[in-house]
């Protein structure tokens, strides 16, 4: 059972106080889009082994939507952050960098050259 | 013969003698005893039969690990079937049953048939069997599985268990599970950093099986050491003990689940029975010990064949001699230990069969010097068949089974070896590496488990690491202690090198079959898996038959997948399929360990879970008051409403008709308190609202109501209600009831993750008041009237509080906010009032509404009168896959609004499909009512072969004000085939014919909610 | 007006700590900015204490404040006050954008005294309550059981449990429980 830092509460929250609310960063389509942009939108998520991004909710708690950066594979978390930001910000990005070198994820990804020197 | 000594005996106190009985038999034990050394003291050798062929099963183990002796304990509402004897603590009247035999024990008609049909019953028998023919299935096959599935008897379904549970959370740096000297030691070390430290332990002494074996641990005498250690970690403030307590499980991120069994020992103790500690622990040290392999020899399952370490274990523990003339066979040194404490303990030690060529070192000869005979490069041939050990048959460890030598003997020890307990270290996924100098799997301390922040969150301790000899295990637990403790940024005193005693030993040989090849008919006769019994001969066809992976092999001859979990077949399970692939051990690997070690209670799962807090029951304030007025109450989520007031000599279906044209005549009071109440305030509110509502609540005028529609982004119909503009920048929200708390939170989700930057603050209101509905021609009639007698000012006339409109004031004496609103097509007032008055309000109005005929109305009453009127409801329309224009309702669809959520969906081209099934209204021909659910059969077949269908039953009633079925439905091009009728095949065999028309059946022109 | 009722009235258990259900409490909801200065000292206003710190409760002689969320407080006040003091709250914070409502009657409130409180609330609540760490002052939102629930600890050791009214019954029984005289833990 996941623990998970609510980062506008401060509290490690065990699963049980949390619910989990799908895929982080989605980008809204409305009237207007695409067929194909619509269905992406509804319908398409990532379902990645390694590296994710997820929006999770403090339900049983401060009721505060967040979002989580941990690996599928070992279910480790490289950090919770604030649910208003449409990508990652740089600092989770770089603690997922030093941990797994060479992540993708949608459009983000790990931004060093081979020297470790962030591009 | 298995006798009680005279001396010895260190956990039992011969002053507390203990009655209990065993199939109806009573017996004697002392306090201390388990029910199996109970058993075993009383010569009670014969204890269970096994699964498949019924064969006579004895105690095998002392332990967690016994696969044979489960029986059912306890009567009645105590009654628990499956219990290990091992693990059972006897006291005063305990009653145990063995189970899987008829009609007795001792006389079984099932093993007789199994001698017959065994052959039948080899590896994937159930899958080759039950294939063909197909009919046979359900008449012959599933009742003669169903008949054998299962060791012991269900409990009584109707019995409900007597005793409470419970859960407690539980939060440390650093928790220890297992106490024997390697749990005791890590323990030690990590509390000397001021650690908080947890230790646990599943047995009700601490220690472990040290003391049984002896040797010193500084200078100490082991139980002495461990008796001084426990005293001295009871004594520190950052270190809690609790024996009976298991650890069963390890799960995500250090979480950790403990089964402390608090009075299974002393079941009239008051007080819950198990206690499920959900423990999150920084680091788990898991000083889990080691079990003892069986040898796999012809015969290995005969009452008497017992683990040579568990016969020592009896006797040192519990007093108890499990045999006079004993054969011990092993691989290794340590049976030579058994040797010992047998003779030592007055048995005759017939025999020592050792495996090995060279036979064995120091304690060996420490057993030759006592006169026994050792004989080396030899095997157990065969143990006699019967209901306990007669005669063993020896020969040539390396042979086919010949040359046997017969000895009269009446119990055998074996040692394959031992084996680390691993399986805490593996729940959650830390990894083995095969030992080849001990044939066994050991943790390998580089793929430990991984937490939260990616680092190794469990560390072994002792035997259960992989060494076996004190020395080892000592430093190596130490050393577990001071890791553990680094790890949670601490520093323990390092006490450096623990002086024990050593005794040095040969090393041990690898057997996994004895002799190495034994004939056909000897392997048939060896059992790896005693529970499932699972042989040799079925591993070995397994392979053959292409079964390869060791998952694959598991589940196709059910090795280690009984209650045991195959704790003392696996490996050497293993070994054998290894060899028939002709692969090493570690190329085949293990099974994957899955929690708990050992089973556990359910009533410990759920903990305090039951009866009156099985679930939470969300009451009105006005729920006594229906209670206690004959309410049939309803299920609506959580909360509870009532669905009809039944009144004396009613039923309540006639309740029910009575509500809805008492409603229609009189006067109906309809608790609503449950609906949705969301109060939406900020600059951006009406904003806000148009996103959400399909229709545009933005222009709301002050002091006026909008019945909106909400639709997810999907475009399909999720809640409605009616919404009230409060002030400038702030709205009330009425939503269903089921629909209160997941609107808030979609409300909290849309604000927080997509439109942040708008200024909207939401607060759930809903129970903040009690909520009447006061509907019919009398509604007006005693709202004056209470306003006259009791004061109040609200004015409610149709001039001053027209249709849609609502006021705040004073209602009879109570502060109120009457909505002049109707879900019935009567006229209607929606009052709502604090709930901490909502009961007083509602028996005001009851009072005040007799000479009214005032009467309370249900939720059945209340779907009557919304589909008289063809109003739709959320859950009976809607499904999840129903858009609003399906159900007519297009004018609540702004056109003027650029976006709201669903618009987008709305133009997919599925949803636009002028093929959608839609809402018309359904009248039988004969008046009936038709079935719930039922669906309209149109002309041909679909591509499976099914009737096509046209339509299906949406919401179904009778109606008392029409006399007659009414019912919505959902039809294909419904609306434009007015005047037709459809068919609607009910499940009871009618057809019931069905004209379409329109859905208002009552009032269409909706004149009497406007007086 | 008749007068006001609480869920269950009062209603009390002694087993190895005494629960209670305390009667009507006021209870403001208040969400705003909390470092805006005119929210602040509206608070100080009404509930005589400032702006709690996160995951706190602060006191005075007039009220308390408590931390729910980044923008949103639990003010607690004298239950026939409250309506004096929402209509005070909103009059101080009119032209800012804030929320004010009163919630008195959409809560039962509870409290658990005596040694075993903090072992009758970790059997239900997924929460550290060591005395090291859960402290007077401190307050939490968490779950009982199968409920959301909100709690702190006072300086006399008494915790103060908050739920929905519809749910109270199902609170105090589950207190009830969890304080069987024969089911102390012995941890704390």
Redesign the interface.
Known sequence: ???LECP????KA?E??LSA?GEAHLT??????S?DE?HD??FVRENPKGVHFE?W?H???????FHAAR?TM????FGTYS??TTEPPQEIKDVITA?RPGWSWRNVSDETNTEGQRT | MSTRLATRGRLIDRSKPIEFTFNGTSLRGFEGDTLASALLANDQMLVGRSFKYHRPRGIVAAGSEEPNALVGLGSNRRYEPNQRATTTEIFEGLTATSQNHWPSLEFDVGEINSKLFSRFLSAGFYYKMFMHPKPFWKHVYEPFIRHSAGLGKAPDKELQDADTYEHFYFYCDVLIVGGGVAGLQAAKTAASSGAKVLLIEEKNYWGGRTPVDGGTIEGDDAQDWVTKTVAELEAMENVILRSRCMGAGVYDHGYILGYERLTDHAPDMAGPRHRLWRIRATQTITATGAIERPLSFAGNDVPGVMLAGSMRDYIANWGVLPGQRVVVATNNDDAYRTALALHHAGADVVRVVDAREEGGGKLAEEVRGLGIRIDNGRAIAKVKDGKRVTKVAICPQNGTGGAREEIAADAVAMSGGWSPVVHLWSHCGGKLTWDAEQAHFKPDPLRAPTGADGKAFVVTAGSSSGPMDLKSVMANAAKAGINATQAVGRTAVDAGEIKTSVISEAPMLPVWLMPANADIELRMKTWLDYQNDVKVSDVQLAAQEGYESVEHTKRYTTLGMATDQGKLSNINGLAILADSLGAEIPQVGTTTFRPPYHPISMGAIGGEARGEIFQPLRKTPMYAWHDDNGADWEPVGHWRRPYAYVQDGETVDQAVNREVKNTRENLGLLDASTLGKLIVKGPDAGKFLDMLYTNMMSTLKIGKCRYGLMCSENGFLSDDGVVARIDEDTWLCHTTTGGADHIHAQMEEWLQTEWWDWKVYVTNATEQLAQVAVVGPNARKVLEKLNATAGGGLDLSAEALGFMEWADGKIGGFDARAYRISFSGELSYEIAVPASQGLAFWEALVEAGQEFGAMPYGTECLHILRAEKGFIMIGDETDGTVIPQDLGLHWALSKKKTDYLGKRAHSRSHMADPDRWKLVGLETLDGAVLPDGAYAVGEGVNANGQQNTIGRVTSTYYSANLERGIAMGLVKHGPDRMGEVIDFPGLDGKIYQAKIVDPVFYDKEGEKQNV | MSDPVSALNGKTYSGSATVTENGLCGMIVLRGTFTDTVFQQAVRDIVGCDVPDIRKLVRSEIGSAAWMSPDELLLLVDYSQTEAKLSALRLALAGTHFMAENVSDARACFTVTGAAGREVLAKIAPVDLSPVVFKSGDFRRTRFAQIAAAFWLDEADTFHIICFRSVAEYMFNLLKTSAHPNAGVGVY
């Not at chain 1, 506008?8 to 509290?11: A, D, E, N, Q, S």
């Not at chain 1, 049983?60 to 939507?65: A, I, L, S």
């Not at chain 1, 070992?74 to 978390?77: F, G, K, M, P």
Request: contains cysteine; hydrophobic residues 30%; positive net charge.
């Open positions: 059972m996941l623990i506008y509460c401060g509290v065990e049980s106080e609310g809204r389509f409305g009237p207007g889009s067929d619509f939108y509804l929006r909710r339900a049983n708690g401060c009721g505060k939507w690996c070992t279910l480790e978390v649910a208003q941990k």
